[in-house]
């Protein structure tokens, strides 16, 4: 198993080791205690050679002290219960001929009757490898949390299990506990020695085995600590700091691939590109079928500033992931990020994201200043002056959004009047008439021969203004110019409307006779 980055972890554990439940003198002295210190008398405390599977048992004295006389050379296992505490088991351990061996047992609240895995094998056996199995899941689908809690569960059956020990370390180890990771590691290596003892003399090479394993575990957990230093600068953009940390895992692991490809990348980010070069080669060189290591080579080798660009690209791209999720402080910053040394060709697109996140942030005065920035330098002056505009229409500021287009269609290829009618089409549909009447009537500003600015305009004033005079000054003008038939036929019909419900000038009134 690998955490992020690159320092290759011990492989997760996936089946457990099964403990053979096989069959001069010694003395065993076992201190049974409550939390609080308190002896534990009359308490049984029972005694298991594991060779002969014969088992001795003891009551402790009034001091909570069970002493075991004459006891043979042999592997032992010890557990014990008292009503109201949880048992407790101690295995697997080696008594030679004129030992005297102490254990202190401290005796927690809990289930007396709960078993061990060897006091019903069939039963229990299966639960723990159940356990287990569901903990690797877990682990390989890095929830972390839930793995530690079946593994813990696992242990509480069965405590000598080097493989459940060994899994939980890597969990901890992912969670940056260090201290807890080293102390199973620790613990599993002791569980190791004890199985070996139990083990015929032809498993014990796998034992030794496994202890090489676990020893390079526990020696590479600074190792790991560090990379995950590293990989959290990567993230966070400290590129010195991810520098510094992954130079410093050289010397730990000189030939692991992925941590050179990540010290490559980092000294990229920060235009390092002599020394990118030779930390990649080296990477190369270990891992020559790794598509992202020759990736990184080929643009190396090719174009340093395809390079800056494509981490200008990850920077904008972090930018708007952070935008999507509503941190638009955190979006703003990238932006500015980028910003600062964007070549002119995205300027103006960077221009625009910081505009849209000063909205977002109702920082008008820098977000008009920042897409004006992106209107000049950009290739989609129309579209960031549309959202200039939008932003004005949303705050009824509907001439400054006007305007806005205005300056814009002025810039460009389209006839400006053409470019206006457009855009107030487009606010028709989304039946937003007053920015569309606003931009019909810039229309017939810049043309005042525009005959469907002409017959908009008249409808507007019929239908929505109430305005008839005004609707029959625009109307007119279209059936002198407009070419579209249905228009014509629309106004001509609202034109008689108009003329029937007009009121008739008073008569005037007959000059007076002279006396």
């Avoid at 409550?34 to 088992?55: C, F, Q, R, W, Y």
């Avoid at 085995?209 to 230093?229: G, R, Y």
Wanted: net charge neutral; glycine share 4%.
């Amino acid at each position: 198993m690998r955490l992020t980055g690159g320092v290759t972890l011990l492989l997760l554990i996936t089946a457990l080791v099964t403990v053979p439940l096989v069959a001069a003198d010694a003395k065993l002295l076992v201190n049974c205690v409550k939390e609080s210190g308190e002896p534990i008398a009359d308490l049984v405390v029972m005694v298991h050679e594991i060779k002969t599977n014969k088992v001795a048992q003891q009551k402790t004295n009034k001091k909570g002290v069970a002493e075991v006389k004459k006891l043979p050379e042999g592997v032992y296992r010890v557990w014990a219960r008292t009503e109201g505490f949880d048992p407790i088991l101690v295995e697997f351990f080696a008594l030679k001929a004129g030992d005297t061996k102490t254990l202190d047992l401290k005796f927690k609240p809990g289930d007396m009757n709960r078993k061990f895995y060897f006091e019903d094998p069939e039963t229990l056996n299966a639960q723990v490898n159940q356990l287990f199995q569901d903990a690797v899941g877990l682990l390989q689908k890095n929830q972390l949390e839930a793995a530690i809690e079946k593994l813990k569960q696992a242990l509480v059956i069965n405590p000598t299990s080097p493989g459940a020990r060994q899994n939980l370390a890597l969990a901890y180890a992912n969670q940056q506990k260090w201290d807890l990771a080293e102390q199973e590691v620790k613990q599993a290596i002791e569980d190791t020695r004890a199985l070996k003892l139990t083990a015929p003399p032809e498993n014990a090479k796998a034992y030794d085995d496994m202890e090489v394993a676990l020893q390079k575990f526990l020696q590479s957990v600074p190792a790991m600590k560090i990379q995950l230093e590293a990989d959290a600068a990567l993230r966070e953009g400290k590129n010195e700091l991810a520098v510094a940390k992954l130079e410093e895992l050289t010397k730990i692991a000189p030939d692991d691939p992925a941590m050179l490809y990540n010290l490559a990348l980092a000294q990229a980010k920060l235009r390092r590109f002599e020394d990118a070069k030779k930390t990649i080669e080296r990477a190369s060189t270990l891992k020559p079928d790794d598509k992202n290591i020759q990736e990184l080579k080929r643009l190396l080798g090719e174009n340093e500033k395809a390079i800056i660009l494509q981490q200008l690209q990850q920077t904008l791209a972090a930018g708007d992931e952070a935008m999507k999720a509503g941190k638009y402080d955190e979006a703003l910053a990238k932006y500015q990020q980028v910003q600062a040394e964007a070549p002119p060709e995205i300027q103006g697109g960077v221009w625009a994201g910081i505009a849209r996140a000063h909205a977002k942030l109702n920082q008008e005065p820098q977000m008009v200043e920042a897409y004006q920035k992106a209107i000049a330098q950009g290739k989609n002056k129309s579209q960031y002056a549309q959202e200039l505009a939008d932003y004005y229409f949303t705050k009824d500021k509907v001439q400054e959004g006007v305007q806005v287009l205005a300056d814009v269609y002025k810039q460009g290829t389209e006839p400006v009047d053409q470019a206006l009618f457009a855009a107030g089409a487009g606010y028709m549909k989304k039946n937003k008439k007053a920015h569309a009447q606003a931009l019909f009537e810039e229309t017939l500003k810049a043309n005042p021969e525009h005959a469907e600015a002409q017959y908009e305009m008249g409808m507007i004033y019929f239908y929505d203004l109430k305005d008839p005079n005004r609707a029959k000054t625009a109307l007119t003008k279209y059936t002198q110019v407009g070419k579209d038939a249905a228009h014509l036929d629309s106004a001509k019909a609202v034109l008689i409307v108009i003329e029937k419900t007009a009121k008739p000038a008073p008569a005037a009134k007959p000059a007076p006779k002279k006396k």
